[in-house]
């Protein structure tokens, strides 16, 4: 694999991973899948050109499972990582009061702490790797506070905030840090629930007449962000531009919308 580059993609069974490992496999690079879906992955993976792709058994919230996948993708590539995509994530939406301890937990051990894990166990294989990028799925959400979404987006500020911290650190090691920060992206996370109702995140944004924006467009995002020179955030989907721009010019008319829409879910 002397001139192959590679990537390995956690959340790589379904949605943005799956997309993300397509179009990257499709350029000529080795794709690494990591999930806890292995049925997933082995579907992702059936996608793939033959011989571009190793399957690795992943809960990032696990260090020993993080430390044990990388060092069995190194063995297939020769020690090198071109590419690491923080990608594995959960979305559960609803009032923090509506949280259960649970939910809580999960979403920040698998969207934040398990962005840490990967960061901090892989940058061994990036430096090992000339022009290196770590990738870091952050989301629009991450932009500025979304009521109805507090944990979860406080998660997508701090792994915002650990990209713009790990460029700057990172640097002297000649590695790039990424961060895409998506819209509301046609995946089976918005099939994730809202905290104490029946309704799903997709739901919740189809009534909120919010756009839904296709997975397709996110791995183009990824593809431009890892070659990216300059730029550490990747905006994605018109949502995420829209609300890029609102939070540094006009912040007051999100926090007036998000106090509307946090009403009318407790019912006032």
């Known amino acids: 694999m002397t001139d192959t580059k590679t990537i390995f993609i956690t959340g790589g069974a379904s949605g943005i991973g799956r997309e993300v490992a397509k179009h990257f496999a499709q350029r000529g690079w080795f794709v690494g899948l990591a999930d806890v879906n292995m049925k997933g992955m082995e579907e992702t993976a059936a996608m793939l050109p033959p011989g571009m792709t190793s399957t ?62 990967g960061a901090h166990i892989g940058h061994k294989y990036l430096k090992a790797t000339p022009g290196s990028c770590l990738l870091n799925t952050s989301s629009a959400s991450g932009i ?34 990424r961060a895409l920060l998506p819209s509301f992206i046609d995946t089976p996370l918005l099939d994730g629930p809202v905290a104490r109702t029946n309704q799903s995140s997709r739901d919740s ?18 593809w431009n962000a890892v070659h990216d020179a300059k730029n550490v955030h990747s905006y994605v989907g018109p ?20 106090g509307i829409m946090a009403r009318k879910r407790h019912g006032d």
Do not use: C
């Open 205 to 222: 944004v189809t009534a909120a007449g919010l756009e839904i924006a296709p997975v397709a467009i996110v791995a183009e995002a990824a």
């Open 144 to 177: 500025y506070g979304s009521a109805g979404l507090s944990v979860y987006s406080a998660t997508k500020f701090a792994v915002r905030g650990l990209s713009e911290a790990l460029d700057i650190e990172w640097g002297p090691d000649n590695i790039r840090v």
């Open 56 to 117: 690795h058994m992943l809960d990032v919230r696990s260090r020993q499972q993080w430390t044990t996948a990388l060092e069995a993708f190194a063995e297939k590539t020769g020690g090198k990582l071109h590419v690491l995509f923080n990608n594995a994530g959960v979305g559960i939406g609803g009032l923090l009061e509506e949280h259960t301890e649970d939910d809580i937990e999960k979403l920040i051990d698998i969207n934040f702490k398990g962005v840490v894990y």
């Open 239 to 258: 949502t995420a531009r829209k609300l890029a721009f609102a939070a540094k010019w006009m912040p007051g008319s999100i926090r007036k919308r998000g």
